[in-house]
T-cell receptor
Framework: LAKTTQPISMDSYEGQEVNITCSHNNIATNDYITWYQQFPSQGPRFIIQGYKTKVTNEVASLFIPADRKSSTLSLPRVSLSDTAVYYCLVGDKAAGNKLTFGGGTRVLVKP | NAGVMQNPRHLVRRRGQEARLRCSPMKGHSHVYWYRQLPEEGLKFMVYLQKENIIDESGMPKERFSAEFPKEGPSILRIQQVVRGDSAAYFC?????????????????FGPGTRLTVL
């Protein structure tokens, strides 16, 4: 499994855009990049997944450069309820059954 | 459609007792995964089960821990003779398919977790 590195924590304010970058220098050809969100005292929740370029859904956008050695999760106009831990996961089909979570990034949204 | 259900939400046990954690997957999901999360850490994979079969238990301690997913009823994670180091949040997840296929998304849906405290 490709190891991921992401900032431990980030602070932001309501209405701002939050960008969290994850490094995965050893990503393999078949690996997908997946982001999960975890609120306190809850289980993780899938946010977005991508392989290359850009993916967007109703919650976030995921930017992946051509070399795929990093990815950036973008949360537009955050609110207080976006305060959570965000995990970047990288893996292939076989790894899909045993997700590997690192320490994640604690995002604190302030009023 | 109800989500993944886990019970109890909180469980307190004394050292040496047994802990039984239950997980009911989402309707139509036959694949269940168990994870453990220590305070301030990410989740660690323990075991992956399909109905009546253990597919991958590489993350589960070989002693005192066992898991099952019977044909009928919830999946059970059982911890015998608990020790203080077993105190953690245990999360169950389920999915409709065993692995993702090209172009598809393998999303695991997580339950709210069971917080085990060993006194």
């Amino acid at each position: 499994l490709a190891k991921t590195t992401q900032p431990i924590s980030m602070d932001s304010y309501e209405g701002q855009e939050v960008n969290i970058t994850c490094s995965h220098n050893n990503i393999a050809t078949n690996d997908y990049i997946t982001w999960y969100q975890q609120f306190p005292s809850q289980g993780p929740r899938f946010i977005i997944q991508g392989y290359k370029t850009k993916v967007t859904n109703e919650v976030a956008s995921l930017f992946i450069p051509a070399d795929r050695k990093s990815s950036t999760l973008s949360l537009p106009r955050v609110s207080l309820s976006d305060t959570a831990v965000y995990y970047c996961l990288v893996g292939d089909k076989a790894a899909g059954n045993k997700l590997t979570f690192g320490g994640g990034t604690r995002v604190l949204v302030k009023p | 459609n109800a989500g993944v259900m886990q019970n109890p939400r909180h469980l307190v046990r004394r050292r040496g007792q047994e802990a039984r954690l239950r997980c009911s997957p989402m309707k139509g999901h036959s694949h269940v995964y168990w994870y453990r999360q220590l305070p301030e850490e990410g989740l660690k994979f323990m075991v992956y089960l399909q109905k009546e079969n253990i597919i991958d238990e590489s993350g589960m301690p070989k002693e005192r821990f066992s898991a099952e997913f019977p044909k009928e009823g919830p999946s059970i994670l059982r911890i015998q003779q608990v020790v203080r180091g077993d105190s953690a949040a245990y999360f169950c997840a389920s999915s409709p398919t065993p692995a993702w296929e090209p172009g598809a998304i393998n999303t695991q849906y997580f339950g709210p977790g069971t917080r085990l405290t060993v006194l």
